[in-house]
């Protein structure tokens, strides 16, 4: 009888692979990690759009197929990237381990903005980051709820962390709006492009800023409080465990690095393509940049993510299933966007944390929802429908959101 722990290759295949020799070849024992790396997700079935996703995009075909494909394409290299990131931090030790999680976590995001950032699309760059602030907000928090509330009267958690994590965002998403404030508070005119380089610079500095407070709160993760992280890590892996069809094989050292390059080039590639596409699909379907780097990237690197949170909440363990959402956020809040604020730095590109008006409002509703949500420790499936709602109405409107370029050349 078959269990959610049942590994998804046969007995005759595991006979065949484990009865072959005690000492494998190299070939035979990168065959073996290779066999359990693809059965390690039900999403690496879609592992055939990444030859299709490259093979698009190398002929030139149609723009609006390149960029579905690799869309498609860049979810299974995200489990992929995933696991072999957690075989990897296993034989890391508990630091080390804690390190690589946090930076490979948001690996995708960094990839496909890198490449955006280089391509000059500081809007995709900009959209995505609030995107992935607002998707684990109201998306994920709401599915929590809602999953998790909808056969029990109430749920609750603990009042207090949450409430810490909450603050820390608040904070963090704060500084991400100084510089917007900043520039509405000035008149337009002929300065326009001395206020641009104030808010430039000023960007510069809130990033370095955040980056300290990120590396601090990994100290405190990792160092000063990690006996409370670790006791929620175990937790949280028996309850994913439970519903994985991860088989039991643990990768070497060097077939966990070998497979985060090659998933890591993959990624790269495929998101070359995606964001080469982006300009033609957004000409053809009328859709705005903005939208497509809100609402449709988001979900490729926050895809695990979303599952995990949601999977933890139905287990009725809402301190974990809180603790990743919010999290995430954090992650994007005092690490991935202030990063790209320096990388553009680095490369030369202009990319600030000055969003507009309208995008600064929702950022601040959505913090603000969720704050509310979690303030009393308590959470029902109601309370969910009110976070997805607020989520839909955002989509929404950013669907109708023109992108200003465009209205520039009207």
Known sequence: MMDARTPLLTADARYSIDSNNENPSKYEAAKVDLQYVIYSSPLNILLIF???????????????????????????????????????????????????????????????????????????????????????????????????????????????????????????CASLLIPAAFKATLPEGHFDKLIDEKILSLSRGTSIILLIVYVLFLFFQLRTHHVMFEQQNEETEEIVGQYSTKPEHSLSRNSSISFL??????????????????????????????????????????????????MVAMKNKMDLAIGVAIGSSLQIALFVTPFMVLVGWLIDVPMTLN???????????????????????????????????????IAMAFYYYPDIDVLNKL
């Open 261 to 310: 390059l090659a998933a890591t080039i993959l990624v790269s590639i495929c998101a070359d393509y995606l964001v080469g596409a982006i300009d033609s699909v957004v000409a053809s379907s009328g859709l705005s940049k903005t939208f497509i780097g809100l609402i449709v990237i988001p979900i490729v690197g926050n895809a695990a993510e979303h599952v995990t949170s949601v």
């Open 355 to 393: 969003f507009s008006t309208f995008e600064t409002a929702t950022l601040f509703i959505s913090v603000f929802l969720s704050n509310y949500l979690v303030l009393d420790g308590e959470s029902n499936w109601l309370e969910g429908v009110m976070s997805l709602s607020m989520y839909l109405l």
């Open 50 to 172: 990444v030859p299709l996703g490259i093979f698009w995009g190398v002929m030139e075909f149609s723009h609006t197929w390149v960029f579905i494909f690799n869309f498609l394409a860049i979810v299974p290299l995200a489990a992929i990237l995933a696991y072999a990131t957690e075989e990897l931090a296993e034989k890391a030790g508990s630091t080390v381990g804690g390190l690589l999680n946090a930076t490979f976590g948001n690996a995708v995001e960094l990839i496909v903005s890198v490449i955006a950032l280089k391509g000059g699309q500081v809007r995709i760059v900009q959209a995505s980051m609030l995107g992935s602030l607002l998707s684990n907000l109201l998306l994920v928090l709401g599915f929590c709820f809602v999953c998790g509330g909808y056969n029990r009267v109430q749920q609750t958690f603990n009042q207090t962390a949450a409430q810490t994590m909450s603050s820390l965002l608040a904070i963090s």
